[in-house]
């Protein structure tokens, strides 16, 4: 028994050295790590994350740049961290939150005063960063309280896209005015619609609540401070003219939405089935709605955005698409800046990249794209429209668009289809949920 | 002895790190968290029991979404488990290839609900989907299902139910567990099948029905995927449960403070149901060896 006993306490004691032994190692370990990690901005080896999120076609564009960054610069390589738009955020703030986000992150414009306290100032790293490439207000876009807090990748517009078969099969010209939208309601058969803003299915969009009151007030939704503009009057007017929209039919309601058949990530019928003559949307769709289009025998158009009889704005409002932001837990900051340099201004990142992140802000980039001809005649015309007819007051206005006034204006549009409330209940709705928005901004 | 326990003890250690550091960390901080304003990004505030008053006497949503989930758990259920019930009597006779059967009735189970599953249940349910059209062939007319709070309750029940696969494996189980002298004894005096299984089967299969049961309950309160991905929610919230509630509040508005106060409320609501299940089970469930010995 004494043997057996000396044996247990001779495991006991070995056991307990393995586990010192495995865990000074382990410390060892993570203390040479971070050793390296101080010493990385100096020209020694090291390793940063990059995240984003996209499709296929993005993924190996973005790879591809990126491998051509770890030739250029070969003490720096980058683990790449990427997904579809589902869930990126969660992760992203999850990350933030535990102080393991990327050392580059791509966020969507309306993220920026969100992670506003996570992120690194980037002010003083304009050389770094290749800042002289953009425009001053395309760099404004990224800053909040006056801190550059990202860089911008490319800008993107809202437009009216038509299916030019189906507008002429009905013997109707392509529309460019909203009156025009009702006008040409008499031609079509009742269950075909002229117009449909597309943001989420299943939700109707605080997007086309943003459209109709820029066209109708002329002013953004917050001024630079992010004080609401907008008075309770504003919105009710908005709401009035967003239910003549459906009572007239000129758009399908959320019930018309609801039993379509409409599913994320597929395709949705009433484009399909030609039933829906127009799609408002974020010029980044172009492509798909275009092959959507194609397969189905039908021709694409753009449009300049709908303007309004007695508007006072162009409608066409523009929003940037996404950002590159370095956290502030970032231990590579260096790094991190020259990598988001070269994905932005590389002309040779620019050329594997082409337009998978929209047509680039930087002027270098796009002039590399420009002469190379690699942005399509489609995208092209589109940006011709777009930048010729942008409101430039109306700058900040995608800032507005957040979980809180989403899911308001889903809630009012829903409920007003639906004949649970009337224009001054959901005006009322809208306005109490902006006003908590701008509380949550401070 | 004192050794034997110790070194017992060293050989726990992983799993006990493992339930300290995923399993009651996060319970208790969920707890905590409960009690705060936390919106992941910045300290989590303390807050005392607002969360819970604005829960209880604020919120119009929480309010529905308990109802909606309270109603959806009381038509799945029960329905979900007579209906395994009867596919397993049916699948546990002795017939040839009845394994390529009961393999072809588990398949939706594992399919889940999926993209490919919201598309097909669209196809089926949508206006001029596939129920609507032979609803219309025979004379009735087509329904909303998706704009109606009924209809669209009843699609995402449906899609539940209809992924009966795991209780009927267990189902399957229990009844080959029955010995089959009771069913001889019960010919012999008589019994018609349809007694045999009443008298026979159901009291015999009650500890199974009672674990069945008890799963299927807890499964049903944290129902997330098919209100997600077929209804979203919707209409007005009729099918917003409260694990969409749950997600919803900590990754979309990130208020982790409010929804870890709507998981606890979840928690205490199952553990209510529970609760009340074990303690009928002592008056209709039957243990062949009496139970407790």
Known sequence: ?442 | MKKERYLSLIYLIPWIIGIVVFVIYPFAMSFYYSFTDYSMLSSPQFIGLANYKKMFFVDPNFWQSFWATVKFVVLTVPAKMVFALFIAYIMNAKLKGIGFFRTAYYIPSILGANVAIAVLWQFLFKNDGLINMIMERVGLQGFGWFSSPTGAMFTIVLLRVWQFGSAMIIFLNGLAEIPSELYEAASIDGASKFRQFFSVTLPMLSPVIFFNLVLQLVQGFQEFEGPFLVTGGGPMRATYLLPMYIYDSAFKTFDMGYSSALSWVLFVLIMIFTAILFKTSKKWVFYADGGNK
Request: charged share 25%; hydrophobic share 40%; proline share 4%.
């Open chain 1, 1 to 442: 028994m004494a043997i057996i006993r000396k044996v247990k306490t001779m495991k006991i004691k070995g056991f307990v050295i393995s586990v010192i032994t495995v865990g000074a190692a382990l410390l060892s370990l993570s203390a040479c790590s971070n050793k390296k990690s101080t010493d990385s901005d100096n020209g020694d080896k090291v390793t940063i994350r990059m995240s984003w999120w996209g499709g296929d076609s993005r993924h190996k564009a973005m790879q591809a740049a990126i491998k051509a960054f770890e030739k250029k610069n070969p003490n720096i390589t980058v683990k790449t961290e990427f997904g579809g738009f589902d869930s990126y955020q969660e992760k992203l703030t999850t990350q933030l939150s535990g102080g393991t986000a990327p050392d580059v992150m791509r966020i969507d414009g309306n993220w920026i005063t969100t992670y506003k306290d996570q992120l690194v100032d980037m002010s003083s790293m304009g050389k770094e960063l290749g800042a002289s490439n953009f425009t001053k207000d395309k760099l404004a876009a990224a800053k909040v309280d006056g801190k550059q807090l990202g860089m911008p990748v490319s800008t993107i517009y809202r437009q009216l896209f038509v299916n030019k078969s189906a507008l002429a099969k009905y013997g109707v010209a392509e529309p460019k005015t909203w009156e025009d939208l009702f006008a040409a309601r008499s031609k079509l058969p009742n269950d075909v619609f002229p117009f449909y803003s597309y943001y989420q299915p299943k939700s109707v969009t605080s997007l086309l609540l943003l459209q109709i009151m820029a066209e109708q007030t002329g002013k953004p939704v917050g001024n630079a401070d992010n004080k609401l503009l907008y008075t309770k009057k504003d919105f009710t007017k908005a709401v009035k003219y967003y239910k003549s929209l459906v009572d007239k039919k000129i758009t399908p309601s959320k019930k018309e939405i609801d039993n379509s058949g409409i599913v994320e990530g597929a395709p949705f019928p009433g484009i399909v089935n030609q039933k829906w003559l127009s799609l408002f949307s974020w010029n980044t769709d172009i492509n798909v709605f275009a092959t959507q289009f194609e397969d189905m025998g039908a021709t694409l158009d753009i449009v300049p955005a709908l303007t309004m009889k007695n508007g006072k704005s162009t409608g066409e409002l523009s929003k940037p698409s996404a950002f590159y932001s370095i956290p502030k837990s970032s231990k590579h900051q260096q790094a991190a800046a020259k990598l988001i340099n070269f994905m932005l201004n590389d002309p040779t990142a620019a050329k594997l990249q082409k337009v998978e992140n929209g047509v680039p802000d930087s002027k270098v980039a796009r002039n590399t794209l420009e002469k190379a001809g690699l942005i399509t005649p489609l995208m092209k015309k589109s940006l011709k429209i777009a930048e010729g007819t942008v409101d430039t007051k109306m700058a900040n206005v995608y800032r507005w668009d957040q979980p809180t006034t989403m899911e308001a204006a889903s809630d009012a549009f829903t409920q007003l289809d639906y004949g649970k409330t009337d224009v001054d209940g959901a005006a009322t709705l809208l306005y109490n949920a902006f006003k908590e928005q701008e509380s949550e901004f401070k």
